[in-house]
């Protein structure tokens, strides 16, 4: 049996009266991934922040190599040889790659110095990170931003490494890629545990897994003992295949969302979007597919009004505009799920109560002679928090520091009190477990049953399949022909390139 690198014993945590982990035992070895499996609220994130040293146990041990140890910061636990890689990054966007992994070492003050890029050089062939460490990390998509973060862990030589919802924003090649890099780093004989909820995956990388509910292990073993129904009702209590949540007679012949010619520019320079046309109608869910990086972030910021047009014109409602803003927008009935939940979709250091009214304040009930009714807000709240069971402590404590899933919940919360004209949403469900996934694409649905024009972007093609009355697919800023969301290898090959001449 491999060495034991990191023991929680009898681990307990409470948030006044909500207890997020009760009584939990958990190990990882040496050489080992271990995935961490649990319904949001179920306690994932506070355990493996109370191992990363942001929140203090009420009962319990950890011991790291056999000692009993106490963790009480970042800086402590990656002193002890544990570090995490969190879904929201911490990266210094204007620094490049080397920059940002030497921030913080004793190293950064000698980071012009060739033998200290070449460490960080060889760290990264050692993995096959394929990142050019003189890259500003602004200009990095989002995996290998991810890739940045491990190459700082690796950097600080820690023996454990958590990676919280890798894949989540991920396309299917990247996954792959991350993937063999976690079995990289098994065969350094690093501990990685693997917190998701693509049970695929799982089976695919992990070792062991342990299942949380309600802040209690239920299921601890082998992978090799379970299969995915079993982890499945491990996790929630049963198992269904998702089925299309869509119906064509719901699609209405009124036009609600027309784009014309569209060119966007990139980051870099240059055209991202070329000459791109699409129309969505009343009651209409279509879906957007392809790998990271062919232009859906340009294309939403576009639409949006977040980025300008270099050519082209929207049409929105029979309204033309060869230019948008995000007040514009949101006056004319559009709502936005963003990908970045927190820098983008929420105000972090704002309460749950307030993030929820982000789009409502100004107007009646909430706001009456310029005057805001707190106590309407905090009703609104309650009433929002309970249909869509989020799980927090209080409506008074910041959006930030709910799990990545309930903070999700309150933007989709948000954004679905009014009947939105038009929604753009992308990757919706990202880092969300099984039953509140289900619950959000019930109600994107549910949206467009109600005449709700949808436009869904997501890396996951399943999400797409069972959400979507058509697809496209995004091959460098370019927009295939519709598809029918059944066509699995037809999608899957205009994703990869292959097919675009035909």
Same mark, same amino acid.
């Given at each position: 049996? =491999?060495? %034991? @690198?990191?023991? /929680?014993?009898?681990?307990?945590? &409470?948030? !006044?009266?909500? +207890?997020?982990?009760?009584?939990?035992?958990?190990?990882?070895?040496?050489?080992?991934?271990?995935?961490?499996?649990?319904?949001?609220?179920?306690?994932?994130?506070?355990?493996?922040?109370?191992?990363?040293?942001?929140?203090?146990?009420?009962?319990?041990?950890?011991?790291?190599?056999?000692?009993?140890?106490?963790?009480?910061?970042?800086?402590?636990?990656?002193?002890?040889?544990?570090?995490?890689?969190?879904?929201?990054?911490?990266?210094?966007?204007?620094?490049?790659?080397?920059?940002?992994?030497?921030?913080?070492?004793?190293?950064?003050?000698?980071?012009?110095? =060739?033998? %200290? @890029?070449?460490? /960080?050089?060889?760290?990264?062939? &050692?993995? !096959?990170?394929? +990142?050019?460490?003189?890259?500003?990390?602004?200009?990095?998509?989002?995996?290998?931003?991810?890739?940045?973060?491990?190459?700082?862990?690796?950097?600080?030589?820690?023996?454990?490494?958590?990676?919280?919802?890798?894949?989540?924003?991920?396309?299917?090649?990247?996954?792959?890629?991350?993937?063999?890099?976690?079995?990289?780093?098994?065969?350094?004989?690093?501990?990685?545990?693997?917190?998701?909820?693509?049970?695929?995956?799982?089976?695919?990388?992990?070792?062991?897994?342990?299942?949380?509910?309600?802040?209690?292990?239920?299921?601890?073993?082998?992978?090799?003992?379970?299969?995915?129904?079993?982890?499945?009702?491990?996790?929630?209590?049963?198992?269904?295949?998702?089925?299309?949540?869509?119906?064509?007679?719901?699609?209405?012949?009124?036009?609600?969302?027309?784009?014309?010619?569209?060119?966007?520019?990139?980051?870099?320079?240059?055209?991202?979007?070329?000459?791109?046309?699409?129309?969505?109608?009343?009651?209409?869910?279509?879906?957007?597919?392809?790998?990271?990086?062919?232009?859906?972030?340009?294309?939403?910021?576009?639409?949006?009004?977040?980025?300008?047009?270099?050519?082209?014109?929207?049409?929105?409602?029979?309204?033309?505009?060869?230019?948008?803003?995000?007040?514009?927008?949101?006056?004319?009935?559009?709502?936005?799920?963003?990908?970045?939940?927190?820098?983008?979709?929420?105000?972090?250091?704002?309460?749950?109560?307030?993030?929820?009214?982000?789009?409502?304040?100004?107007?009646?009930?909430?706001?009456?002679?310029?005057?805001?009714?707190?106590?309407?807000?905090?009703?609104?709240?309650?009433?929002?928090?309970?249909?869509?069971?989020?799980?927090?402590?209080?409506?008074?404590?910041?959006?930030?520091?709910?799990?990545?899933?309930?903070?999700?919940?309150?933007?989709?919360?948000?954004?679905?009190?009014?009947?939105?004209?038009?929604?753009?949403?992308?990757?919706?469900?990202?880092?969300?477990?099984?039953?509140?996934?289900?619950?959000?694409?019930?109600?994107?649905?549910?949206?467009?049953?109600?005449?709700?024009?949808?436009?869904?972007?997501?890396?996951?093609?399943?999400?797409?399949?069972?959400?979507?009355?058509?697809?496209?697919?995004?091959?460098?800023?370019?927009?295939?022909?519709?598809?029918?969301?059944?066509?699995?290898?037809?999608?899957?090959?205009?994703?990869?390139?292959?097919?675009?001449?035909?």
């Amino acid at each position: 049996m =491999s060495k %034991v @690198l990191l023991k /929680v014993q009898g681990v307990t945590k &409470r948030f !006044d009266d909500v +207890i997020a982990n009760d009584n939990v035992s958990f190990e990882i070895r040496a050489g080992e991934v271990h995935s961490l499996l649990g319904e949001n609220g179920a306690g994932k994130t506070t355990l493996m922040n109370i191992l990363y040293g942001l929140y203090t146990p009420d009962a319990g041990r950890i011991e790291i190599k056999g000692e009993e140890v106490a963790i009480d910061s970042p800086a402590t636990a990656i002193a002890y040889g544990v570090g995490m890689v969190q879904q929201h990054f911490a990266l210094v966007p204007s620094f490049n790659v080397a920059e940002n992994v030497l921030l913080g070492t004793k190293d950064w003050f000698r980071r012009k110095e =060739s033998r %200290v @890029l070449q460490r /960080v050089e060889e760290i990264a062939r &050692r993995l !096959d990170l394929r +990142i050019d460490i003189e890259s500003p990390v602004w200009q990095l998509a989002v995996g290998q931003q991810q890739l940045v973060e491990i190459l700082k862990l690796l950097y600080r030589d820690v023996d454990v490494i958590i990676l919280d919802e890798p894949t989540s924003t991920l396309s299917p090649s990247e996954t792959d890629r991350l993937l063999q890099i976690m079995k990289s780093m098994k065969s350094q004989e690093k501990g990685v545990v693997f917190v998701t909820h693509k049970l695929d995956e799982v089976k695919r990388v992990a070792d062991r897994v342990t299942v949380l509910r309600r802040g209690r292990v239920v299921l601890s073993g082998a992978v090799s003992r379970y299969d995915i129904h079993e982890l499945a009702e491990a996790m929630v209590g049963g198992y269904e295949p998702e089925k299309r949540l869509v119906d064509e007679s719901w699609v209405s012949q009124k036009e609600v969302l027309k784009v014309v010619n569209l060119d966007v520019p990139s980051d870099m320079g240059g055209i991202k979007v070329q000459d791109l046309n699409l129309c969505i109608r009343a009651g209409e869910v279509v879906g957007l597919a392809g790998v990271e990086g062919n232009g859906q972030k340009e294309l939403v910021e576009a639409l949006m009004g977040l980025r300008p047009f270099l050519k082209g014109k929207i049409v929105l409602s029979d309204r033309e505009f060869e230019r948008v803003t995000p007040k514009l927008l949101r006056g004319m009935g559009v709502a936005y799920i963003p990908e970045d939940r927190f820098n983008v979709g929420l105000v972090k250091d704002m309460s749950v109560m307030e993030n929820m009214v982000l789009n409502v304040y100004k107007k009646p009930p909430l706001c009456k002679k310029l005057f805001f009714n707190r106590r309407v807000a905090l009703e609104n709240a309650r009433r929002l928090v309970k249909e869509y069971d989020i799980k927090l402590a209080s409506l008074q404590q910041p959006v930030k520091l709910l799990s990545g899933g309930n903070a999700q919940k309150v933007i989709v919360a948000r954004e679905f009190q009014t009947l939105p004209r038009l929604l753009i949403a992308v990757n919706p469900t990202q880092g969300l477990d099984v039953r509140s996934a289900k619950q959000v694409h019930d109600l994107i649905a549910k949206q467009a049953r109600n005449g709700t024009a949808i436009l869904l972007v997501s890396t996951d093609l399943q999400e797409i399949q069972i959400l979507s009355h058509r697809v496209h697919v995004v091959y460098n800023g370019k927009l295939s022909f519709p598809l029918k969301p059944d066509e699995h290898e037809r999608i899957s090959k205009l994703m990869v390139g292959i097919g675009w001449g035909a």
